[in-house]
């Protein structure tokens, strides 16, 4: 009986604690399903602070090369790179690759080039962060891309933070670079960017 009136008298006289409200460190899911990429990447909603982050030289490559039904069909599912300014004249540096700098200055074998290009970022399958695609952290997954044959396989995966790495694997082509997606899980009517 000592015991239990000492525990009441030396016992912890804090207030119970609020209810605990979880906040995810994850933001929301940039969702644009009304829209295919195409029109997201024509629209407003697509530009940014900086004209390197935006989209229009991938659009006139697209209008281009007459390849809008790949990223404008709302009945596909499929998984898109999306090739910012940047990727054309910074560090991917496509014009580079192609030696010019600008899309109107290619002759017909840079446009085939720049073609499989563009075939080679739209996975056939949806693949976003999620475990239904990329169920193993750090494991390498492989995919076809519209490219077709072994030169049009892809890998990614994703580490512990949800990054996703692309072309990370052993034993791609020589022509395959890797990278880490800076941003992911932008979700069309027609898949996900």
């Known amino acids: 009986a000592l015991f239990v009136m000492l525990c009441f008298a030396t016992s912890c006289d804090l207030p119970v604690q609020p209810k605990f409200e979880f906040e995810p460190e994850i933001g929301e899911l940039a969702t644009f399903e009304d829209q295919t990429v195409l029109e997201w990447m024509r629209s407003d909603a697509s530009l940014g602070a900086n004209t390197n982050a935006?989209?229009?030289?991938?659009?006139?490559?697209?209008?281009?090369?007459?390849?809008?039904?790949?990223?404008?069909?709302?009945?596909d599912r499929r998984t898109f790179l999306m090739l910012n300014n940047e990727a054309f004249t910074g560090g991917g540096e496509i014009f580079r690759i192609l030696n010019v700098t600008a899309i109107d200055?290619?002759?017909?074998?840079?446009?085939?080039?720049?073609?499989?290009?563009?075939?080679?970022?739209?996975?056939?399958?949806?693949?976003?962060?999620?475990?239904?695609?990329?169920?193993?952290?750090?494991?390498?997954?492989?995919?076809?891309?519209?490219?077709?044959?072994?030169?049009?396989?892809?890998?990614?995966?994703?580490?512990?933070?949800?990054?996703?790495?692309?072309n990370r694997a052993d034993g791609l082509p020589g022509t395959a670079r890797g990278t880490q997606v800076r941003q992911h899980n932008y979700v069309f009517s027609n898949g996900v960017g």
């Open 54 to 75: 935006n989209f229009d030289i991938l659009v006139s490559a697209i209008e281009k090369l007459g390849m809008e039904d790949e990223y404008n069909d709302s009945s």
């Open 105 to 166: 200055s290619l002759d017909a074998t840079g446009l085939d080039r720049l073609r499989n290009i563009l075939q080679y970022h739209i996975i056939e399958d949806y693949v976003d962060q999620g475990p239904e695609a990329l169920p193993v952290l750090l494991n390498n997954y492989f995919f076809q891309t519209l490219l077709p044959g072994d030169d049009g396989l892809i890998s990614v995966n994703r580490d512990e933070r949800f990054r996703m790495n692309i």
